[in-house]
């Protein structure tokens, strides 16, 4: 880095921060602002600094709730959030959700140590372009510009004005006079024209953009930077052309086609591809079994939101043994579970329900096998939906809302009316652990109530389908 990008490191924690990634230098949280062994600590929680040692220089230390120049809906991120989003550079959404939401709980308990406040969770796009930033891109649209930043910016479109090459009101999307600065000869532009140029924000290019996933070449990292990955197959990478078989086997499983025969063979029959969720839902109602027709088996529908208290992990515990434990991260997430309970009313034996948090392998007669709905009152849950609108959603099928003991139910949820039954658990202590959760089945219980009597309502009987 430049020397005066080290002077102004000097009072700006993102700057530090900046040249720490450049220069390989790994930061360290302590509990103050001297770099003692004892006061190393590793949880970012309880740590009050964060400590830059760098080559030939002074260390220096910020505190973890400094406000910085980051801005997210309008208030400064402080440096504990900006450092949190960094060490989960490479973290998928939910789980950035899941190291937010661990921070704050450690932040909060302040009898174990925790410091206080809390850390912002930042959206998508603001994580991105702080990361690219980080790793040496250009300017942020998040970051305010310091001061001597500004004060350079206005001193050269002065000199711009005196020298007669440019208009004192125009500027480029950064504030600096460039490409759309009037020339001599030049006309001057519409008033509200130059506002939309104004409002203009660079958008990169498809490298900086396109960040998804790329098995054709690997991505890799040097000094804490990202090295760009060239498209096409024309350009090599060790030597090696880049394979995109894997783009053909997709596309030929979403249109159904098979390789072309070579002359003179038969094309191979591929053999059938077994889907568990396909396979157990499309046994229609009037399937023949080994003993007369077999019953439908109904489908309950989770919600996919990283905030939902029930997830594909830990609803299997709460509606079989009555006991709820947080969702695990840590793990796979199944698309599919299955489960079986016995309803007085409706059977007998023993039914089994299909256990899923999306309908995109449903055919147009599954919606009529779905007996409830589990939601977290967030309307884009039912984007994908047959219904969309809530009101003809609960009219088919029971909701069921989960919430923590003592919280609000949210308006939203109270708006649907009595199709959406309220329910609320206590919340999860992790020293507790499962002891002392015996009102756990006494919530499951009515939830299972709720449900048989919905689908008692909706033609579901001994008598019935």
């Known amino acids: 880095m430049a020397s005066a990008d080290a002077g102004a490191a000097a009072v700006d924690p993102l700057i530090t921060l900046r040249r720490a990634v450049s220069l390989n230098v790994q930061p360290v949280p302590t509990k103050s602002p001297d770099a003692s062994a004892s006061d190393a600590e590793p949880n970012i929680a309880k740590a009050t600094h964060l400590f830059f040692n760098f080559t030939n220089e002074t260390p220096i230390a910020f505190e973890l709730s400094t406000p910085t120049r980051f801005i997210s809906s309008s208030n400064d991120v402080d440096f504990r959030s900006i450092y949190l989003a960094w060490l989960n550079k490479d973290a998928t959404v939910t789980d950035y959700l899941a190291a937010t939401r661990s921070v704050n709980a450690d932040l909060a308990n302040t009898a174990e140590g925790g410091a206080g406040g809390e850390v912002k969770n930042l959206i998508f796009a603001e994580k991105l372009d702080l990361i690219t930033w980080l790793e040496g891109a250009g300017d942020s649209e998040y970051i305010k510009p310091l001061a001597e930043d500004e004060r350079l910016r206005d001193a050269q479109r002065e000199a711009a004005i005196a020298r007669g090459d440019a208009d004192g009101s125009m500027r480029d999307a950064n504030g600096m006079a460039g490409a759309g600065a009037l020339r001599p000869g030049q006309r001057e532009l519409d008033p509200r024209l130059q506002e939309i140029y104004n409002a203009e924000r660079k958008m990169g290019d498809r490298n900086s953009c396109l960040r998804g996933i790329k098995p054709t ?29 894997h783009v053909r086997k997709s596309a030929e499983l979403f249109l159904g086609r098979t390789s ?28 023949p079994s080994a003993v007369g027709g077999r019953r439908p088996e109904p489908i309950i529908l989770l919600s996919p939101s990283a905030s939902s208290l029930l997830r594909m992990t830990n609803i299997k515990s709460f509606l079989v043994d009555g006991l709820y434990q947080p969702p695990d991260t840590s793990t796979a997430t199944p698309n599919i579970l299955h489960i079986s309970r016995t309803l007085p009313s409706i059977s007998s034996h023993p039914l089994r329900f299909i256990l899923v948090d999306t309908p995109d392998q449903f055919k147009p007669d599954y919606w009529g096998r779905v007996v409830a709905i589990f939601t977290t009152g967030q309307a884009w849950q039912f984007k994908s939906y047959k219904w969309q609108q809530p009101a003809e959603l609960f009219s088919h099928a029971l909701g069921v809302y989960v919430g923590w003991r003592g919280e609000e139910v949210p308006a939203t949820v109270k708006g649907w009316g009595r199709q959406v039954v309220s329910v609320q658990v206590d919340k999860w202590n992790p020293s507790q652990g499962v002891k002392g959760r015996w009102r756990d089945r006494e919530v499951v219980e009515g939830v299972w109530g709720n449900i048989e009597q919905s689908m008692r309502a909706r033609g579901w009987g001994k008598e019935g389908r």
């Open 217 to 245: 070449v690997s991505s890799k990292r040097a000094f804490g930077r990202r090295v760009p990955i060239l498209p096409f197959a024309l350009i090599s990478t060790n030597n090696t052309n880049q394979d995109f078989s």
């Open 260 to 287: 072309r025969p070579r002359p003179g063979t038969t094309a191979p029959i591929p053999p059938p591809t077994h889907n568990p969720l396909i396979s157990s839902l499309k046994r229609p109602s009037n399937a």
